[in-house]
């Protein structure tokens, strides 16, 4: 079982920057394929971000890329979002997600473990 926790969240104005962090339980997290996913209510939950296991690639949704960067403290047992140049439409219930078997197809199609979300809302 691993466990993922984010924190981060909050309000900020269009334009501005927010940066998330999701702690994940379990020894083994430099193997985890780490991705953030979020979710506006009334929608599905739309794919944000992925790095691979041990920090190589990382793979963006386009309405993010060049914006938003994920990044990974494996001593830390941490995944990042850095979220830069804010728009209202990236407002949502941003959630942390874990696939435990690094295997080689990327982006992973599913991941295995989830974090309870933290709200971003960007004001216009």
């Known amino acids: 079982q691993v466990q993922l926790v984010e924190s981060g969240g909050g309000l900020v104005q269009a334009g501005g920057s927010l940066g998330l962090s999701c702690a994940a339980s379990g020894r083994t997290f430099s193997s985890y394929i780490m991705g953030w996913f979020r979710q506006v209510p009334g929608k599905e939950r739309e794919f944000v971000a992925a790095i691979y296991c041990r920090g190589g690639a990382t793979y963006y949704a386009d309405s993010v890329k060049g914006r938003f960067t994920i990044s990974r403290d494996n001593a830390r047992n941490t995944v990042y979002l850095q979220m830069n140049s804010l728009k209202h439409e990236d407002t949502a219930v941003y959630y942390c997600?874990?696939?435990?078997?690094?295997?080689?197809?990327?982006?992973?199609?599913?991941?295995?473990?989830w974090g309870q979300g933290t709200q971003v809302t960007v004001s216009s």
């Open positions: 997600t874990a696939r435990i078997v690094c295997d080689s197809r990327w982006p992973p199609a599913s991941y295995d473990y």
